[in-house]
């Protein structure tokens, strides 16, 4: 993760671009750089390794002067973070290219590029691209077109700003797998990979598509591109969200705001992390492979919310990457005399990175025998990121709400990515890995259907309202689903509930089930169902009354105190995902209906940093 900006204007564009950097900085923030052209088509540079505000400081005592530049805050995943391979990337003295993503195939263009006589002075993917714009620049003395003739060999996700010395009022932008939006200004024009970089300069946006290319020219002339090198337009569309999280919008709660924005911090979760050929391996860091082929085993620890996604991860990561895989709360964990297998790789989940027992437990593992930390967490900069050796970070951005919502499903999606990528490196199964990939892409759409079916849901709360207690039921891989749905409902219902493995009902729990306790039970289309319905045909036979979440093509008969909801069919790997949904959001309506503090429920924090 990285973040892009660049300008052409008649004015100075060192200030909007360091703004834009700076509000990029939460896509990443180890080092950072700008080229600017200046009126006399030469090509100047400064980087500096560490935060924006580093690069302020070099450019406070030696300032870029010039209409027309990029400008880049890096996140490493080829080379470390040091000054020699920040961006901008150039060659010679007329190429300069800022990226966000991974070139795949880099090690092969740069062989090609080293026996012609191009040198390197990075470790980075990103200077091939520099040098295979400047070799087509010879021919085609034409930018744009040198570009896309580079694209055409490119293998990976990417989103590029490109300048060169002969075309001083010219920015060319391309997207693949990466996000960039161009803004429009008035006689300017602008590209960032995120449009909260460029809203001091203009609200109005064009969001370039998959494939894309676009040429930034004087006067604010923009072209676009597609794929097939077709000249598009695409709509110009205006910024109306203002400054999105610390407001509840036109939401009742920001536990609904939070809700309704999880079809984009899934997508957001997934950017860039996904190739040709499957997830990215090095966008979990530069030393992610060499760990992950290493690793012969899995620790995970967490709270809270965060434990019942790793959870979910145990299942996962023995299922499709065949890795065994212990999951344990953090305040157990780091009390206990704790077995480490040689080849243990140790997980921390969070959403806030400031958790007392979990980062404890952080710091008990690094004094044992373990290969090496991975956090997956929601906070940049948080302590858990910056004592871990690996970082993923989710990108659900802030979560004001209490109960966790979208860090939760962020996180599953995450998981699903580090799953993968371990699997690859184990070399697993390569066509159900495709297909889950699949499935991921098409993830956000899902969730977008499952928001729709709100209306259905809020209606099923009533039955919730007046009663003490319910039950959740789930198996495999949605017990720890059914799990967070019982927790949701008692952080801000305040109502008493349990969630047990379906099978477990007959061992002791069926002995509370009557007519007034609501019996919810998750059912996907998946191997398991046939034994769930049993269950639920002991839960039925007590006079208990059931809800059952199940996808659309699951033939569960109708009956007097069954009450159904069909979900949109998904990828079995990917269900626990989406059935996550209705579950908070029954919790939720259950909660206004009773009346209670939604975002802040009693005796509760966001965030617990004592022990
Ligand atoms: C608190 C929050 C929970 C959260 C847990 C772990 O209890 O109320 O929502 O799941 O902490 O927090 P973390 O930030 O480590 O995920």
Request: net charge negative; with cysteine.
């Amino acid at each position: 993760m990285c973040g892009i900006v660049g300008a052409v204007a008649q004015r100075n564009v060192q200030e909007i671009l360091l703004e834009g950097l700076k509000r990029l900085e939460y896509r990443g923030y180890d080092s950072a750089g700008m080229a600017v052209l200046d009126g006399r088509s030469r090509l100047h540079r400064q980087r500096a390794a560490g935060k924006v505000a580093a690069l302020a400081d070099c450019l406070e005592s030696v300032p870029l002067a010039g209409g027309t530049g990029i400008a880049h805050t890096r996140w490493a995943t080829h080379g470390r973070p040091t000054e020699r391979n920040a961006h901008p990337h150039q060659s010679g003295e007329d190429v300069a290219i800022v990226h966000n993503g991974i070139i795949e195939n880099y090690e092969s263009l740069k062989q090609e590029l080293a026996e012609q006589g191009y040198t390197f002075a990075s470790e980075t993917d990103t200077e091939v691209v520099a040098h295979l714009v400047a070799r087509e620049y010879e021919s085609t003395q034409d930018l744009l077109t040198s570009l896309q003739h580079v694209l055409a060999r490119l293998h990976g996700a990417y989103a590029l700003g490109v300048v060169h010395a002969s075309e001083p009022k010219v920015v060319i932008g391309a997207r693949k797998g990466s996000p960039l939006v161009v803004g429009v200004g008035i006689e300017e024009a602008f590209l960032a990979s995120d449009p909260l970089a460029l809203l001091q300069v203009t609200d109005r946006f064009i969001y370039l598509r998959e494939g894309d290319v676009v040429r930034l020219s004087e006067g604010g002339r923009i072209e676009i591109f597609d794929a097939q090198g077709q000249a598009v337009s695409r709509p110009v569309q205006t910024y109306e969200h203002g400054d999105g999280a610390s407001s509840k919008g036109d939401y009742r709660h920001f536990m609904l705001k939070e809700i309704h924005e999880q079809p984009k911090v899934i997508e957001a979760t997934l950017e860039g992390r996904i190739g040709d050929n499957g997830v990215l391996v090095k966008s979990f860091g530069i030393e992610a492979e060499s760990l992950f082929s290493r690793a012969k085993q899995i620790h995970i620890v967490a709270c809270g919310t965060s434990y019942h996604a790793g959870m979910v991860a145990r299942y996962w990561l023995e299922r499709y990457a065949g890795i065994p895989t212990q999951v344990e709360v953090a305040s157990e964990y780091r009390y206990r005399r704790v077995v480490v297998p040689e080849g243990t790789l140790f997980v921390t989940l969070s959403q806030s990175g400031e958790t007392a027992d979990t980062l404890a437990a952080l710091r008990f593992a690094q004094e044992r025998d373990y290969l090496g930390s991975l956090a997956i967490c929601n906070v940049p900069g948080s302590s858990l990121v910056r004592e871990s050796d690996l970082t993923l970070m989710t990108q659900a951005g802030p979560e004001i709400g209490v109960a966790s919502t979208k860090a939760f499903t962020t996180q599953l999606t995450a998981l699903m990515l580090f799953t993968l990528a371990l699997a690859k490196v184990r070399g697993q199964e390569p066509e159900r890995q495709a297909q889950i990939v699949e499935g991921l892409r098409s993830l956000p759409e899902r969730v977008k259907e499952v928001l729709r079916l709100d209306p259905q849901i809020e209606a099923l709360s009533a039955a919730f309202a007046e009663k003490h207690h319910a039950l959740f039921l789930g198996r495999g891989s949605h017990f720890p689903i059914a799990l967070e749905g019982a927790l949701k409902l008692k952080e801000i219902s305040y109502i008493h509930a349990e969630a047990y493995p379906a099978g477990e009902l007959k061992h002791g729990p069926l002995a509370l089930v009557d007519s007034e306790m609501p019996v919810i039970s998750v059912a996907p289309n998946d191997e398991l169902l046939d034994k769930l319905k049993s269950n639920l045909q002991e839960v039925r036979a007590r006079g208990g009354e059931l809800f059952v979440f199940a996808d659309e093509n699951v033939a569960i008969e109708r009956a007097e105190g069954v009450h159904m909801l069909r979900l949109p069919h998904i990828d079995d790997a990917l269900a626990p995902i989406l059935y996550t949904l209705p579950l908070q959001l029954l919790s939720y309506h259950v909660a206004v209906l009773k009346g209670t503090d939604v975002d802040q429920p009693r005796n509760l924090a966001k965030s617990v940093t004592v022990e």
